[in-house]
């Protein structure tokens, strides 16, 4: 998706230690028109697979999960990152190592959320090592439904997530894809 290249030159800053800030459109003010479109995109590409499920991890991915949803017709499913008072204790759980936020967390969904019966797409704003997206995989095989795939914004194609995920036979499909990041400078891939 070529509009997602240029906003990403357009309005995002490289940061030290291989970080990519777009808060100005994608995780902390919304850009809700464009992200529309990454939704309406997310959903071209997945439409013949019978979603019934969108799922992804609180917060960053929750805005293009929703409107994925929304342009497919289905649930958008949130995996909470901490527990709450109010969240059932029959869960789904994975332990995920952030490598943004440089720690290591237990996720959790509501089993009554996800069914064996369910067709899932994992949507999310980042891949680089992958390990949001093998945590969630892991609730999917626990919950006995069927991955779909994942569809993700971003995907920093130098950290080798989503090589590694392609090679097990896992659809990824990445809107996005950086090659090539230094403290002030990117290049994006593609096939």
């Known amino acids: 998706m070529r509009a ?3 906003k ?11 970080i990519l800030k777009v808060g100005s459109f994608l995780n902390q003010q919304l850009d809700v028109q464009f992200l529309r479109e990454v939704g309406e995109e997310i959903a071209r590409l997945f439409r013949a697979d019978g979603v019934t499920k969108v799922l992804t991890l609180e917060a960053s991915g929750i805005a293009i999960a929703t409107l994925a949803a929304l342009s497919l017709g289905v649930p958008a499913v949130i995996v909470k990152k901490h527990a709450s008072a109010n969240q059932s204790k029959d869960v789904y759980e994975a332990e995920i190592a952030s490598f943004t936020h440089k720690n290591t967390y ?3 969904v509501a089993k009554e959320y996800l069914q064996a019966s369910d067709r899932v797409l994992i949507v999310d704003d980042f891949l680089a090592c992958g390990n949001a997206i093998r945590g969630l995989m892991h609730m999917v095989r ?9 569809a993700i914004a971003i995907e920093k194609k130098f950290q080798g997530g989503g090589d590694e995920l392609r090679a097990e036979g896992i659809r990824v499909e990445s809107l996005a894809m950086v090659d090539h990041m230094t403290d002030d400078s990117l290049s994006f891939w593609r096939p």
């Open 4 to 6: 997602m290249e240029e």
């Open 142 to 150: 626990e919950a006995g439904a069927t991955l779909v795939g994942c």
């Open 106 to 108: 237990v996720a959790a």
């Open 8 to 18: 990403i030159i357009a309005e995002g800053t490289v940061l030290p230690g291989n």
